[in-house]
């Protein structure tokens, strides 16, 4: 069972620099999300998902973009990148179809640094 | 807007210690609230979860039950052991937003 799938794990960025972070599901999950986690912080939400075609910022979305278009892929774009974007990056996943609140299982993460 | 809060790490405690970690939430509705645990270098995993009032989660020992009166959300074990040493987040997840919302995170080291 993959789970939720994130590559690359580790990645040195130039300042300016873009990437793409990509994140792949195989539960059919509608909902995806994209976190931040700074040293010593929590998890702060950067876009979310809840379905193909169909992606919403959350409290963090500022030098990021994100795409659906398929229920399986959620890649975070990081189209010029900034020392401030230095932070490990989790994706989720969670099946809300039933209606219910399910748990969200989590990527093993990305840890990114921007020199 | 929705919002968890918890309360700051880290805390240090000896084995066979009782924990408690608070978490206290803002939301509109009636969210669903969860613990979730983070072992160092890993992914963040489900420990247990609440989807109404006065529900008590548990697995592995620990417990937390949904205080809807005092919007709490506290987690509990009665005897820690040095293998419980994690970070621990609170979060809740609101139908009427659709996000899962995190607090801060609590670090937990526990001593032999």
């Known amino acids: 069972n993959a789970g939720v799938t994130q590559t690359p794990k580790f990645r040195i960025l130039k300042i300016g620099q873009s990437m793409t972070l990509q994140c792949a599901q195989d539960?059919?999950?509608?909902?995806m999300y994209w976190y931040r986690q700074d040293p010593g912080m929590g998890l702060k939400l950067i876009y979310y998902s809840v379905g193909a075609g169909i992606t919403d910022k959350g409290e963090v979305p500022n030098g990021y973009n994100v795409s659906r278009s398929t229920t399986e892929d959620f890649p975070l774009r990081l189209e010029l990148a900034a020392p401030s974007q230095t932070s490990v990056y989790f994706c989720?996943?969670?099946?809300?179809?039933?209606?219910?609140?399910?748990?969200?299982?989590f990527g093993q993460g990305t840890r990114l640094t921007v020199v | 807007g929705d919002s968890v809060t918890q309360m700051e790490g880290p805390v240090t405690l000896s084995e066979e210690a009782f924990l408690t970690i608070n978490c206290t939430y803002t939301?509109?509705?009636?969210?669903?609230l969860f613990w979730y645990v983070q072992y160092p270098g890993e992914g963040l995993q489900l420990l247990l979860k609440?989807?109404?009032?006065?529900d008590k989660g548990s697995n592995k020992g620990f417990e937390a039950t949904y205080r809807k009166e005092t919007t709490s959300f506290h987690l509990e074990k009665g005897s820690v052991q040095v293998s419980d040493s994690a970070v621990y987040f609170c979060?809740?997840?609101?139908?009427?937003?659709?996000?899962?919302?995190f607090g801060t995170g609590t670090l937990l080291a526990v001593q032999p």
């Open positions: 989720a996943s969670r099946n809300d179809r039933t209606g219910g609140f399910t748990e969200a299982f």
């Open positions: 979060a809740l997840s609101s139908g009427a937003t659709n996000k899962l919302i």
């Open positions: 939301a509109t509705g009636y969210p669903s």
């Open positions: 539960m059919n999950h509608n909902y």
């Open positions: 609440a989807t109404k009032a006065d």
